[in-house]
């Protein structure tokens, strides 16, 4: 078709529909926020963020989820707080940082970032629930003697499940309870403590590389490898 016919349609179509949508039609759905945060959303020692589903993505001055160190998370979980029901998105920045007691239930991270949570701060941190998936190196960074109780979690396609700091020798507890992790390019979990320790039941696991590399303390009964 020429192209002035063609335009002189499309002037024509638009004509026609601008004279038969009534004025009411205007179209008001607004789209949804994107939930992208420059800024980390606190939760205060004790209190409960629920985010009831939605999802959030780190704005450029958290960080662009990369593997440059640094960044900043898009949560950060004071001691006794609770972060629950929440999607993170691509990019995750440094995803969640917890101080102190934390609980996580129910967090999706659909593209690790740097990594997708960090234990800054010494403390007992059980996350239940959720899942994440594709990471460059760490899933889960420890950089704080701590307990770290992971349960009913699905975990796939990064380096290492869970890393302690690399060269510190402090004792972190970690437990994983009815997990499914897969597709790990180095280990489940990654220790360079003597002191530290994991416990794993009830989890199955594919494609994980070495299950434990450094760990002196291990304990395991109901896993399956498939
Ligand atoms: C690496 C890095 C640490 C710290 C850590 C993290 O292990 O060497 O300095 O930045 O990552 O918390 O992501
Ligand atoms: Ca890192
Ligand atoms: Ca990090």
């Known amino acids: 078709m020429k192209k002035w016919l063609t335009t002189a349609l499309a002037a024509t179509l638009l004509a026609s529909v601008v004279t038969i949508v009534p004025t009411t039609a205007i179209p008001t759905t607004t789209v949804e926020a994107a939930g992208v945060q420059n800024t980390t959303i606190i939760v205060k020692a004790g209190e409960v963020y629920d985010g009831k589903g939605a999802r959030f993505i780190a704005g450029s001055a958290l ?7 640094g960044q900043k998370p898009i949560f950060r979980v004071e001691n006794g707080g609770t972060l629950k029901n929440v999607v993170l998105g691509y990019p995750a920045a440094d995803g969640v940082h917890t101080y102190g007691n934390a609980t996580l239930e129910n967090i999706v991270w659909e593209d690790i970032g740097e990594d997708a949570m960090t234990i800054k701060e010494s403390g007992t941190v059980t996350l239940k629930g959720g899942s994440a998936t594709n990471g460059d190196d760490k899933m889960f960074q420890i950089n704080a003697a701590s307990t770290f109780k992971v349960s009913n979690f699905k975990g796939s396609k990064a380096g290492k499940f869970i ?14 309870d009815n ?16 002191t530290s320790t994991v416990k794993m039941t009830n989890t199955r696991y594919h494609n994980v590389g070495t299950k434990f590399i450094g760990v002196k303390n291990i304990t395991e009964s109901g896993n399956t490898s498939y």
């Open 179 to 194: 997990c499914d992790i897969s597709d790990m390019k180095e280990a489940i979990f990654r220790t360079d403590s003597s």
């Open 163 to 176: 890393r302690q700091l690399g060269g510190s020798t402090f004792k972190v507890n970690v437990t994983i």
């Open 63 to 69: 960080g662009d989820g990369s593997q440059k160190e």
